[in-house]
């Protein structure tokens, strides 16, 4: 195994660990930003700061606020004061196509993921716009 791949598997394990932090029971997902070998940013699904900490409906439907963990790590690294900008996110699933344009605006250069969100129009997109995507099965 190369040492880049190798790299990947690890900070891709560290964002399922990460993953678990999430209150949300359909689906938990966790991300890692890192830059130069440092993780500059993390993040998972869930509420916004202050809100309750239920992610689902009563008809177990996500709630409409909830955010992705993509969009958690990129805007806490943006009220940190880091760059993205040349980043690799870390995802454990898949971006969709809303996170995907986030991914694009912060200057992200390349996405790592384990499972197949069941839209791809996210990765499409990241494609489109020149950015690396790159999925390891962590099984």
Not at 100 to 117: D, P, T
Request: with cysteine.
């Amino acid at each position: 195994m190369e040492k880049q791949e190798l790299l990947d598997s690890r900070y891709l394990r560290m964002a399922q660990v990460w993953a678990e932090n999430s209150y949300c029971k359909r689906r938990k997902v966790g991300a890692l930003l890192v830059k130069d070998k440092m993780i500059i940013s993390d993040g998972y699904n869930g509420t916004p700061v202050g809100f309750e900490n239920v992610c689902e409906d009563e008809n177990n439907h996500s709630k409409v606020y909830v955010l992705h963990a993509e969009a958690n790590a990129i805007t806490k690294v943006a009220q940190s004061g880091n760059s993205s900008s040349g980043a690799t996110l870390y995802v454990t699933s898949s971006p969709c196509i809303e996170c995907a344009k986030l991914i694009i605006q912060s200057g992200i250069k390349r996405v790592v993921f384990n499972e197949i969100y069941r839209l791809t129009d996210g990765i499409d997109l990241l494609k489109r716009a020149g950015i690396e995507c790159c999925q390891l099965d962590m099984k």
